[in-house]
């Protein structure tokens, strides 16, 4: 995990959190995703100042939600649709780079698969059976919003910042997918060694 977002998360949205935890967790989870589909939009209008405002806030609800889910407790819809309306608001942020020209389709299709592979790969893993496959790779979904919206910001200055960032991902991502795929080679392949020796 390179910027290790959620490490830091939780001390700093802990006191908001504890004050709003009536409202269900599911909710912030939506908002989350409503305001990745406006990212999408100022994206295609290349309105930067909204782009910067609506991935910060984005990030701010993926945030917030887990954060308030564990003080909730964690339910399995919860975990269902964190997991689902993340892969939808991720779509809709990468449709709008590629759709905007901030990228070619080639390295926009790239991060999608990074990024797909990546959440998918985790899903997986702990379905089979890991508890919690949190910090295994170099650029999580905690970490692709938070990369963005440094990107974006730069892109006031430097107007191919967004491009670059886009490489980034693209880089990282799959390079995380490759990571967990040789994580989870190394680690079933060693259960059943154990299986078999039992």
Do not use: C
């Amino acid at each position: 995990m390179l910027l290790q977002v959620k490490k830091f998360s939780e001390k700093l949205l802990l006191p908001l959190a504890r004050k709003i935890k009536r409202i269900p967790a599911n909710f912030f989870t939506s908002l989350g995703l409503f305001f990745a589909l406006l990212t999408f939009f100022a994206f295609l209008f290349h309105n930067l100042i909204l782009i910067t405002i609506f991935l910060f806030i984005t990030e701010f609800f993926d945030q917030l939600d887990g954060v308030v889910a564990r003080l909730q407790g964690p339910t399995q819809l919860g975990a269902f649709l964190d997991s689902t309306l993340d892969r939808i608001g991720d779509f809709f942020i990468f449709a709008g780079i590629i759709l905007g020209a901030y990228t070619t389709i080639e390295i926009g299709l790239l991060v999608l698969i990074g990024a797909f592979l990546t959440s998918y790969s985790r899903a997986k893993i702990e379905a089979l059976g890991i508890d919690n496959l949190y910090g295994i790779g170099l650029i999580e979904r905690t970490d692709r919003v938070p990369i963005l919206f440094l990107g974006s910001i730069f892109q006031f200055w430097f107007p191919s910042a967004i491009w670059w960032t886009m490489i980034v991902l693209a880089v990282g991502t799959i390079l995380t997918a490759i990571q967990r795929i040789v994580f989870a080679f190394r680690k079933f392949s060693n259960v059943r060694q154990i299986e078999e020796s039992d």
